[in-house]
């Protein structure tokens, strides 16, 4: 590799872990002279972190490659990546069906991308898609400086509840949580930078039991740990699965003021033969009962969650329980999505429901999720929440941050800067934002 500075263009799809994985990629790549550009065209390099959850987000990957193809023309040296679950799922499918890619990396090597990288520009095209036994982000290089409040540190990765639709216990592998030492060693290293709130990731972030200096520990006494660090003002964890919300972690949510009052807790749907037919293991009345003991726990807590329109055999009936369970709750933020059979998951093989059915359903769904959405964020005004500011607002004088509930929040004063923590009055309440005053300026 020449010591010319190169650039590097990384394009993310998906899930936050994704979006710490990419961060991840550019510091391990960073490391050997690439810095990032927004722009294709200036790359030396082009990665795509994929996501392969719904057949949607993985058939992007192609057509995007596909677009790619007149860069590469123009820049005959320029280096094309896959990275992340597709790549980990068909990594040499893709590379039979697009000569165009230069290497494959799975989502559990991306500390090889480096000499991946090297062997590329030898005119190999190198694909890693094996499982290591090291944890791999030990592998990776020290994070350096960010200069952003805010920052993701995955604590646990993979999947063991083989949920009927669900490639990532394919893609990402068995559930695999970090040693706690380390993560508190990352923790600090992070807020000795800056950073004053940390979202602790995982496919199945509650289901973590890390190793501790005395045996496992679960993600109650990991976030009680974590909020021990000065400095750190802010915890958040996600994704999160039912079965998993221990005691001492919901007792954490009343206990620990640095745990934010937000939990994105999917049930993907109301109905107990769908859940049964997902291998969910819970019903909808478990995940009622478990809603009111974490709000029993923090009252003002925001749900969360996510929902499949169109699951296989899923009738009228049971479209309407979910619509039922989505009154029950009143949740402050959902996702819905239509289902889709995922290659290879025990779903895939059944009959459907029409689509023009599952298009009915998934829209009923997202008018309702909407309505509670915006209620959800209507009761702020006239409230005062911490907000934490990230970076400058379109209008002159306004700083945009995230609230303890995670709604975005635009302020214009004296003094606000990124990190810069305060207690904010609500005024505003708009399509998807809200706006407030400094409280007591
Ligand atoms: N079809 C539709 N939605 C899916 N999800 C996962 N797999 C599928 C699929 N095959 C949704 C689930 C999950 C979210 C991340 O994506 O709701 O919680
Ligand atoms: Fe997929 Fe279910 Fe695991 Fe979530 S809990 S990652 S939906 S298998």
Not at 208 to 221: I, Q, V
Not at 231 to 257: F, Q
Not at 402 to 424: C, M, Q, T
Request: aromatic fraction near 6%.
């Amino acid at each position: 590799m020449s010591d010319a500075p190169k650039k590097l263009h990384i394009k993310t799809y998906g899930c936050q872990m994704n979006v710490y994985d990419s961060e991840r990629m550019a510091e391990a790549m960073g490391a050997k002279g690439y810095t990032l550009t927004d722009d294709p065209a200036e790359a030396d390099m082009v990665l795509l972190n994929t996501c392969h959850i719904r057949e949607k987000a993985a058939e992007k990957v192609y057509s995007d490659l596909g677009r790619l193809r007149p860069f590469k023309e123009a820049k005959p040296d320029l280096k094309i990546g896959v990275a992340g679950c597709v790549a980990q799922a068909e990594g040499t499918e893709i590379m039979r069906r697009m000569p165009l890619v230069d290497l494959v990396v799975g989502s559990q090597n991306y500390h090889r991308l480096p000499e991946m990288a090297e062997a590329a520009a030898r005119g190999e095209r190198p694909v890693d898609t094996e499982f290591p036994a090291e944890d791999k982000f030990d592998l990776l290089p020290e994070r350096p400086v960010q200069g952003r409040p805010s920052a993701f540190l995955t604590v646990q990765e993979g999947c063991d509840k083989f949920c009927a639709f669900c490639v990532v216990p394919y893609t990402r592998g068995a559930e695999i949580s970090r040693p706690v030492s380390r993560i508190l060693a990352e923790a600090r290293k992070l807020v000795d930078k800056g950073v004053r709130e940390i979202t602790l990731l995982g496919q199945n972030v509650n289901g973590y039991h890390g190793a501790g200096e005395d045996g496992d520990w679960g993600l109650g006494r990991l976030v009680r740990e974590l909020a021990r660090i000065d400095g750190l003002e802010r915890i958040r964890y996600t994704t999160s699965h039912p079965n998993d919300m221990a005691d001492d972690l919901i007792a954490a949510h009343g206990a620990e003021p640095k745990l934010m009052p937000y939990l994105h807790l999917p049930v993907q749907s109301g109905s107990d033969r769908v859940l049964k037919a997902m291998n969910r293991k819970h019903t909808a009345e478990d995940y009622l009962r478990l809603i009111e003991r974490i709000r029993a726990a923090r009252p003002d807590i925001l749900l969360s969650s996510d929902f499949i329109a169109g699951f296989p055999g899923e009738t009228d009936q049971d479209h309407r329980d979910t619509i039922a369970l989505i009154e029950a709750v009143g949740f402050g933020m959902a996702y819905s999505f239509k289902y889709s059979p995922r290659p290879g998951t025990p779903a895939a093989g059944r009959e459907g429901v029409p689509a023009e059915v599952a298009d009915a359903r998934l829209h009923e769904l997202q008018a309702l999720i909407t309505r509670q959405q915006r209620a959800a964020q209507d009761s702020m005004v006239g409230r005062e929440v911490g907000v934490l500011f990230e970076k400058p607002g379109r209008l002159p004088g306004q700083w945009v941050g995230k609230s303890d509930y995670l709604h975005a929040v635009h302020v214009a004063a004296e003094g606000l800067a990124p990190g810069v923590l305060a207690r904010v009055r609500i005024t505003e309440s708009g399509p998807n934002s809200l706006g407030g005053a400094l409280a007591g300026g």
